[in-house]
C-alpha cells in the first residue's frame, strides 16, 4: 500500500472506495460476491446490535457498554481476513469483530451486565481473547501468545486490537518492540478513533501511529477505517507476512467514534456535533453499500433482508441477555484467591449473612 504525504493534513491513508462509494484504488481484493454479501450483512447487523446494546443499558440491563458506531468496517474487514485459527486479543470496543469470530453475543455481553468478569465465551474455542479494560495490556499478552506460536512452529498468526490512546502506554511500546526483535507473527490494528475518551489524537501523540513501526523495525500503514476492502487487503496482507515469518506490521485504522466514549460518557462536554456531522459523511456501511449496488453484488431484497436479520438478531440478544441470571453472590469470595484469606471469610459471612 502506498502512502502519499499531503502537507498539513497528515499522510493520506491507503484507500479503495472513496467516501462516496467510488472506486479509487483496486477492488478486486480476492473476495467473492458472497464474502462480499456477508461482510455488509455482518456490518449491518452488527450496527443495530451495538445500538440496542446502548438501548439495553439505558434500560438498567447491561451496566456499561462501549459502542462502536463508525468503526464497524475498521473491525469487521479485518477480522474477516482472519483463519480459523487464528488468535484475537481484543480491547473493550470489538464485539462487531466478536460476531465475526463466532463468539456467542449474549456471552459477551454478561461482561457488560456485570455477571462475569471477562465474558463466559470460550477463549480457546472462538479463538478470541477475554475483553480488556486496562489499557493497552492485552499487547504484551499478545507479543507472548505470538512468541508461542512461533515457538510452536505452527503458521498460525495473532491479531491485537488497540486504540490510539493505547499507543501512549508502555504496555504498546513494550510488545512492540519486542515483537520486532523477535520477529513475532503478531499483527498490531489500531483503530485511531479520533478519541481516548476526551482526549483528542493531536493531544495524544505528536507523530503519526503506523510511522512508529519503522523505529521497531516493521513495517507501518496508515488505511482508511471506513474502507471495508481496504481494511481487509491490509489486514490479509500483514496477515501473510506474518505468517510467512516476516514478522509484525502495525496497521493505523482511520476511523471515527460516532458514539459517546461509553454509556457513562457524555461525548457533548468535549466535542461539536458539527465534528461529528462530518465524520458522519464517511459511513463505513453507506459507503460500501453504495459500491454493492451499483455493481449489482446486492439488490433491495438483499438489504432488506439484511435489515429483517439484524432486528431479529438484536431481538434474540436483548431476549437472551434479560433471560440470564446473576450468579451467586458466593463466587466473588471464591474465586479470588486458591486458599482462603482470614480477612475475605469475614467479608464472605458479614455479605452472605
Ligand atoms: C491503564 C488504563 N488507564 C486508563 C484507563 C481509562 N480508560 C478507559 S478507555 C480509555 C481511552 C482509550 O482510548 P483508545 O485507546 O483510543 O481506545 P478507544 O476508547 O478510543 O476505543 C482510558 C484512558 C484504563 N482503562 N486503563
Ligand atoms: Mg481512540
Not at 278 to 296: E, K, M, Q, Y
Request: glycine share 10%; proline share 5%.
Amino acid at each position: 500500500m502506498s502512502h502519499v504525504s499531503e502537507a498539513g493534513s497528515g499522510t493520506a491513508p491507503a484507500r479503495i472506495l472513496s467516501a462516496d462509494g467510488e472506486p479509487v484504488g483496486d477492488v478486486d481484493v480476492g473476495l467473492t460476491p458472497d464474502e462480499l454479501r456477508a461482510l455488509l450483512r455482518w456490518m449491518v447487523v452488527a450496527r443495530r446490535l451495538d445500538r440496542e446494546c446502548i438501548a439495553l443499558q439505558r434500560q438498567g440491563e447491561l451496566t456499561v457498554y462501549p459502542g462502536f458506531e463508525g468503526q464497524e468496517a475498521a473491525q469487521i474487514g479485518s477480522a474477516w481476513a482472519l483463519e480459523r485459527d487464528d488468535f484475537v486479543w481484543p480491547t473493550f470496543r470489538e464485539l462487531a469483530a466478536a460476531l465475526v469470530r463466532g463468539v456467542d453475543a449474549v456471552q459477551y455481553l454478561q461482561y457488560h451486565r456485570g455477571t462475569w468478569h471477562g465474558g463466559p465465551y470460550d477463549p480457546r474455542a472462538t479463538r478470541f481473547g477475554p475483553i480488556c479494560i486496562p489499557i493497552a495490556t492485552q499487547l504484551p499478552h499478545a507479543a507472548g501468545y505470538a512468541l508461542g506460536q512461533q515457538l510452536d512452529g505452527t503458521d498460525t498468526v495473532t491479531l491485537a486490537y488497540l486504540g490510539d490512546g493505547s499507543t501512549s502506554e508502555g504496555d504498546f511500546h513494550e510488545a512492540a518492540n519486542l515483537s520486532g526483535v523477535w520477529k513475532l507473527p503478531l499483527v498490531f490494528l489500531c483503530q485511531n478513533n479520533g478519541w481516548a475518551i476526551s482526549v483528542p489524537t493531536s493531544e495524544q501523540t505528536a507523530g503519526e501511529i503506523w510511522r512508529r513501526a519503522e523505529g521497531y523495525g516493521f513495517p507501518g500503514v496508515r488505511v482508511d477505517g471506513n474502507d471495508v476492502l481496504a481494511v481487509y487487503a491490509a489486514t490479509r496482507d500483514a496477515l501473510d507476512r506474518a505468517r510467512g515469518g516476516d514478522g509484525p506490521t502495525l496497521i493505523e485504522a482511520m476511523t471515527y467514534r460516532i458514539g459517546a466514549h461509553s454509556t457513562a460518557d457524555d461525548a457533548t462536554k468535549y466535542r461539536g456535533e458539527a465534528e461529528v456531522e462530518a465524520a458522519r459523511t464517511a459511513d463505513p456501511i453507506r459507503r460500501f453499500r453504495t459500491w454493492l449496488v451499483a455493481t449489482g453484488v446486492v439488490d433491495d431484497a438483499f438489504l432488506s433482508r439484511c435489515d429483517d436479520e439484524a432486528e431479529a438478531f438484536a431481538m434474540e440478544v436483548r431476549a437472551g441477555v434479560i433471560a440470564t441470571p446473576a450468579p451467586p453472590a458466593e463466587w466473588m469470595f471464591d474465586w479470588l484467591y486458591a486458599a482462603p484469606a482470614s480477612n475475605l471469610e469475614r467479608q464472605r459471612d458479614e455479605a452472605l449473612g
